[in-house]
C-alpha cells in the first residue's frame, strides 16, 4: 500500500514528494530487487531488514536510501552478488569471519548471530569480520542482541572522513558504535558515530539542495562549512575535539587492524565504484545471565531510565521557570527605562520620525534634502565654496600634487 503525503508550497519553492510505504510492502521490495539482481535469499533478507528497521526507527540516511549504491556497486563488479561469508578462525568464545565482499548487513547478522549462540554458552562471544561493506545501523545489530537478554555491542570502520584533533586532513572515518542492552520497556541502546554527524545526514542534504548547520563540517582548507558538497569534500568535525578523535581511532583498531584488514585512508569510498570498500566490524553478546538474573537486570535498567527521564524534565521545568524569570525582569526593566530613552535620544527620534514623514511626501529625493542641512561634510564643503580664498588655497594644493 502506497500513501502519498504531498506538502503544498509557493510556486517559486521547490515541490518535494513525501511517499509513504507499509513496511512490509517495502520489505518485499527490497527483496525482489536483490534477489532479482542475483543475490542469495537469506542475505536479500538480512540486507532488507537492515534498511527497513532504519527508516523505522527514524535514520532514513541509513535506510532504503542505500539500496541504489548496493546495487550500484554490484553491477559495477566492487561488490559481490554471492554468499561467500565464512568463519576462518573460531574459538569457543571468539570467532574471526571473512565476508568475502559479501553484503556488508549479511555478514554483520550472520556474525552477531553466531555470538549470541556462543555467549548462551560460554557468557560472552565476540567477532572480528574483514574483507565487507556497508552494514547500514549499527544499533540492528545490537539489538539483536538485546531482544534475546543479552548486551550487544557493533561499530564498524569507514573510509576517512574525520581529520585527527589539530588536523585538517581526514584520516579516520566516520565509524559509528552502538551498545545496547534490554529492560522491561524498550531496549537501551547507544547508536553514535565519533563525528557531529554521519556522512550521510550530508548526504541527505546534498540530494535535498540543503545546507548544513555550521560545525558540522569543514571545506578541504579545514574551515567551516554549511554546503554539504564541500564537507564531503572536506572533513567532518569530531564530537569533542580529541575525545571523539580517540573513538574514531580505537574504533579502527577494534575493527581494521584487529581483523588484519585496511583502516583509516586505505578503506575505499562507498560512493566511488572502484575497488572493494575493505571494511571491517567487531560485533558481541554478553549474556546478563553469566552475570545477574535478567529480570533484576532489566527492572534495574528500567528504573535507571525512569529516574534519568524525571531528571530531564525537572531540568526542562527549571529552565522554563528561569527563562520566564530573565523575561519578566527585562520586561520590567524596559518598561522602566521607556521615558529615560525617549530624553536621551529625543534628536534621534525627532530626525527619525522627520525622515518617515518626508519619505512619504518626498519620496527618496525629500529625504536627501531633508538631510543634507544636518550633513556634517556637506555643511564644512559649503562653507568651503563660500570662503573664496579657503577654495583657491585646496585647489591650488591639489594641482600642484597631479603635476
Not at 556488508?104 to 569480520?129: L, N, P, Y
Not at 575505499?268 to 567487531?282: A, C, I, R, T
Not at 530626525?351 to 534634502?369: C, Q
Request: aromatic share 6%; glycine share 8%; with cysteine.
Amino acid at each position: 500500500m502506497i500513501e502519498s503525503n504531498r506538502e503544498i508550497k509557493k510556486p517559486s519553492e521547490k515541490r518535494e514528494i513525501m511517499p509513504r510505504f507499509e513496511a512490509s510492502a517495502l520489505r518485499g521490495y527490497c527483496v525482489s530487487v536483490l534477489t532479482a539482481s542475483g543475490v542469495e535469499r537469506s542475505c536479500a533478507e538480512a540486507v532488507a531488514d537492515a534498511l527497513i528497521d532504519a527508516e523505522l526507527t527514524g535514520v532514513s540516511t541509513h535506510g532504503v536510501s542505500r539500496l541504489a549504491v548496493y546495487m550500484q556497486r554490484m553491477d559495477a563488479g566492487v561488490m559481490s552478488r554471492e554468499n561467500n561469508i565464512r568463519i576462518v578462525r573460531e574459538s569457543t568464545s571468539t570467532l574471526v569471519v571473512d565476508a568475502g565482499n559479501s553484503l556488508g548487513a549479511a555478514a554483520a547478522k550472520f556474525a552477531m548471530e553466531r555470538c549470541i549462540a556462543k555467549a548462551k554458552e560460554t557468557g560472552c562471544c565476540f567477532a572480528s569480520v574483514h574483507s565487507s561493506n556497508h552494514f547500514g545501523t549499527a544499533a540492528y545489530y545490537t539489538r539483536l542482541a538485546a531482544a534475546q537478554d543479552m548486551i550487544g555491542f557493533a561499530c564498524t570502520n569507514l573510509k576517512g572522513k574525520i581529520a585527527p584533533f589539530g588536523s585538517a586532513e581526514p584520516y579516520m572515518g566516520t565509524n559509528p558504535i552502538s551498545v545496547a542492552a534490554p529492560s522491561d520497556d524498550l531496549p537501551v541502546v547507544l547508536d553514535m558515530a565519533p563525528s557531529v554527524v554521519a556522512l550521510g545526514k550530508l548526504i541527505l542534504a546534498q540530494k535535498l539542495e540543503k545546507s548544513i548547520p555550521e560545525g558540522w563540517a569543514l571545506d578541504k582548507d579545514g574551515r567551516p562549512t554549511t554546503d554539504p558538497a564541500a564537507g564531503r569534500a572536506g572533513s567532518l568535525v569530531p564530537i569533542g575535539g580529541a575525545k571523539g578523535s580517540g573513538l574514531a581511532i580505537m574504533v579502527d583498531v577494534l575493527c581494521g587492524i584487529l581483523s588484519g584488514g585496511p583502516y583509516g585512508p586505505h578503506l575505499h569510498d562507498l560512493y566511488v565504484m572502484d575497488e572493494p570498500q575493505g571494511v571491517s566490524h567487531f560485533l558481541g553478546a554478553i549474556d546478563i545471565a553469566h552475570f545477574i538474573e535478567p529480570a533484576a537486570f532489566k527492572s534495574a535498567l528500567s528504573a535507571m531510565s525512569r529516574e534519568i527521564k524525571a531528571l530531564k524534565k525537572a531540568a526542562e521545568d527549571d529552565r522554563f521557570a528561569e527563562l520566564k524569570e530573565r523575561f519578566e525582569r527585562v520586561e520590567a526593566e524596559l518598561k522602566d527605562d521607556t521615558r529615560t530613552n525617549l530624553e536621551t535620544y529625543r534628536e534621534q527620534v525627532v530626525d527619525a520620525i522627520n525622515n518617515d514623514i518626508v519619505l512619504r511626501h518626498g519620496y527618496t529625493a525629500g529625504v536627501i534634502e531633508h538631510a543634507l542641512p544636518g550633513d556634517r561634510e556637506v555643511t564644512e564643503a559649503v562653507a568651503v565654496l563660500r570662503d573664496s580664498a579657503e577654495y583657491a588655497r585646496i585647489t591650488r594644493e591639489q594641482d600642484t600634487r597631479r603635476k
